[in-house]
């Protein structure tokens, strides 16, 4: 099922990629500082898509790595709780 759907939406970014460009046939001047380039209208709008797209997966794989250190951090002091939470519960009530 897993597949149809990612199969379904390629599909459909498909789709939407060739009539974005049978819609948008214009050319573009993109100043890159150093160049001037002519492109296709459609090919700046979906590079640059892709350049965000792998900008936000690079910003959120560091929220990830993030979070999985902290993950960490907390089951070692959850470990080291239980073992002391263990360790007084073995100790005899003393009774003064």
Known sequence: MKALIYFVF????????????????????????????TL???????????????????????VALGRRRDMRKLRKQLALAEKELSNLRKQPLGDD
């Open 10 to 37: 390629i599909l459909l970014a498909a789709i939407s990629a060739v009539v974005f460009t049978a819609l948008n046939p214009g050319e573009v001047t993109v100043n890159l500082y150093f160049e001037q380039i």
């Open 40 to 62: 296709p209208f459609s090919l700046v709008v979906v590079t640059s898509m892709f350049f965000g797209v792998l900008l936000g997966m690079f910003a959120g794989g560091l």
